[in-house]
């Protein structure tokens, strides 16, 4: 678990800063009292009357249920210092619920932010969606879910919309993905990435059960599986190439079958790059930004 949570504060950035307090906190999205259902929103200090919008994920191994608060100071400040609205959400841990819970809460936010954008300030005609390491995973298999409600394979079909919050009436699709170093091949994530990980990794908890027990689930929460459907949006895959936590070879894999598949607008592989510590710099957040920009412009 130690190795799957976030990377030593003292090498992040924004970690020892004072915090940013957000312009709305705390408020939940699916109608209930759980702290895994809370989001916050950041807004730029430019004083227009509303901004497009990033949702932003955090990182834990899918173990924590409360880190939005670190997740502005990570990925997300660059972006409302560049004119984002940021939506920094929660989302329950593999202890309080297995899979599919956790993309049917980013799903649930997304509708929820859609719903509400007039109260917020928030122009949902855009909205990009990134996390870093767990949050890489869940804001990827946001895109390529985009238009489904159920996903089969073999024996097992998982519903990725579920029950959560309201606002069904409203889309939870993403007009792009920025993934930092997130496990998208289930399949392979054993540091040369040639097979599953064992019965004690962060995605046996997340699926309650050794991954080679059960590969049609681990398919299904595999981002890399879902790239046959036609609504993926663009996608800009950044990661270290000092990995040792989520392995350097996922990013690749992943980013192979998103340009095969059309998908990828670019792959940046950061030599040296660890999980989170020198792959998160200036010049990669600027990327993020550019990429997010890029797509603004050309969404219709």
């Not at 955090?58 to 984002?84: D, Q, R, V």
């Not at 005609?125 to 390491?133: P, R, Y």
């Not at 064992?198 to 027990?213: C, F, N, Q, T």
């Amino acid at each position: 678990m130690l190795a799957w949570t976030v990377m030593a504060s003292a090498q992040m950035p924004g970690w020892g800063q004072p915090a940013v307090e957000p312009d709305w906190k705390d408020i939940n999205y699916a109608g209930d009292d759980l702290e895994a259902h809370r989001l916050d929103i950041y807004l730029p200090k430019t004083g227009q009357k509303k901004y497009k919008v990033i949702i932003a994920i955090y990182g834990s191994a899918w173990f924590a249920n409360n880190m939005k608060g670190m997740t502005y100071m990570s990925i997300g400040k660059p972006l409302t210092e560049a004119g984002f609205a940021v939506v920094c959400i929660n989302h329950r841990s593999s202890a309080d619920a297995k899979y599919p819970a956790q993309i049917q809460d980013v799903k649930a936010a997304i509708r929820y932010v859609r719903a509400h954008a007039s109260d917020y300030r928030l122009d949902t005609s855009f909205v990009g969606i990134t996390g870093f390491s767990s949050g890489g995973h869940l804001a990827s298999m946001a895109g390529v879910t985009n238009g489904m409600t159920t996903r089969t394979s073999g024996h097992v079909t998982i519903d990725l919309i579920g029950g959560v919050g309201g606002d069904f009436d409203q889309s939870s699709d993403v007009d792009a993905v920025v993934d930092w170093f997130g496990p998208v091949d289930m399949a392979h994530m054993s540091p040369d990435c040639s097979t599953v990980n064992d019965g004690k990794s962060p995605e046996a908890a997340l699926i309650g059960g050794a991954p080679a027990d059960n590969p049609d689930m681990v398919a299904l929460i595999s981002p890399i599986t879902y790239l046959d459907s036609p609504h993926v949006p663009h996608f800009l895959v950044l990661h270290g190439e000092a990995d040792t936590v989520v392995p350097h070879c996922q990013g690749v894999l992943f980013s192979e079958a998103l340009k095969k598949a059309g998908y990828l607008t670019d792959f940046i592989s950061v030599p040296g790059g660890q999980h989170g510590p020198v792959t998160f710099n200036d010049n990669t957040f600027r990327l993020m930004v550019d990429f997010f920009k890029h797509e603004m412009r050309i969404t219709k």
